[in-house]
């Protein structure tokens, strides 16, 4: 049986603590090291809007809804308060489960933004193959690069790939290492499995070793990874330097320019459910952009009329 906490022994401790107690009891679950870090930057960030120290019985709504007024006034996007607010909630709702008395969480939902992505002919310039006697790290970056637009993973993903991961002859790769806790497959395009063939021949090493590793060998760090495709991208004039940005383009060209739908995209995005797929749906609607001269009204209006030919 659970062990509860009562009041009576958590309510002199700070905020920060019984946090503290949260992270351990979510790392116990199994929950995965991105989500612990994401947990501890969100709160550092509400740190400055809310006295983490005040014990938990001094917890009241509003003292909740100052820090949101706070976060308003410091110039704080909407969405990016929205986020802080569901990690608080979260916190407070597992501070409930263990018996203890909090108040309510104010609910600020997300609004809807349209994802930035990147253009075609910024992708033109990115995925320009490099010179032959390029650098292995460039030549790695070029393919990380192509890689992301044939599947459009997170970098946690691309960091994570072994050797052993790679089945060029049914073109195919298993994602281990995703945000769900489930191992994937997704297919390769046959680009996409010439440019690996000619990759793993250089790239070499063991079945378990990482696909996309440093020049030595070893696993390329999250801030490694980003500054090797803010490098790559720079260098070809290109000033968008996110890496989830391919994320999001690859999925408003799989919707708009290749006619993809939702549950496919759904898959090779390894979303847990249709939520956030549907928002890549809603704002890269692509089905209500194809062939609009046939429903729009202005369009039918100019169309020619023809004659009635005496015949």
């Known amino acids: 049986m659970a062990r509860k906490i009562t009041m009576n022994a958590s309510s002199s401790k700070p905020v920060a603590e019984v946090f503290e107690d949260f992270v351990i009891s979510q790392t116990a679950q199994g929950l995965s090291p991105i989500t612990l870090a994401n947990y501890h930057h969100h709160f550092h960030s509400i740190s400055r809007h809310f006295d983490i120290a005040q ?3 001094t917890l009241t709504k509003n003292k909740l809804e100052a820090m949101v ?9 909407h969405n990016s308060i929205s986020s802080y607010c569901r990690v608080l909630r979260t916190f407070l709702g597992w501070c409930q ?18 994802k930035e992505s990147y253009t075609d002919d910024e992708l033109a310039a990115i995925l320009k193959r490099p010179k032959k006697d390029c ?3 460039e ?11 044939n599947c459009g993973c997170r970098a946690s993903t691309v960091r994570n790939i072994q050797n052993r991961d790679v089945d ?39 079945s378990d070793d990482y696909l996309f590793c440093d020049q030595y060998g070893g696993m390329l760090s999250m801030n490694a990874l980003r500054l090797a495709i803010a490098r790559h991208n720079q260098s070809r004039g ?9 994320r999001h383009t ?27 797929t549907k928002h890549y749906c809603t704002i890269y609607d692509a089905d209500i952009a194809k062939n609009f001269d046939r429903f729009s009204p202005l369009a039918q209006m100019q169309q020619p009329k023809e004659k009635i030919k005496r015949r």
């Open 69 to 77: 007024v706070s976060m308003r006034r410091s110039g704080l996007a």
């Open 250 to 276: 690859f999925a408003r060209k799989y919707l708009v320019d290749c006619g993809g739908d939702a549950f496919m995209l759904q898959k090779l995005l390894g979303h847990s459910t249709l939520k956030m």
């Open 168 to 206: 060029l002859d049914t073109r195919q790769i298993i994602f281990r290492h995703n945000k769900s806790g489930k191992i994937q497959t997704v297919p390769l395009c046959s680009v996409m499995v010439s440019i690996l063939r000619e990759y793993m021949t250089v790239r070499k090493g063991k």
């Open 135 to 137: 650098s292995f790290c």
């Open 55 to 57: 014990p938990m019985e």
């Open 97 to 114: 489960r263990e018996g203890m008395t909090v108040p309510p969480m104010p609910q600020i939902k997300d609004k809807e933004t349209v």
């Open 139 to 149: 030549y790695r970056n070029w393919v990380i690069v192509n890689f992301l637009m």
């Open 238 to 246: 290109v000033s968008k330097t996110s890496t989830h940005l391919y």
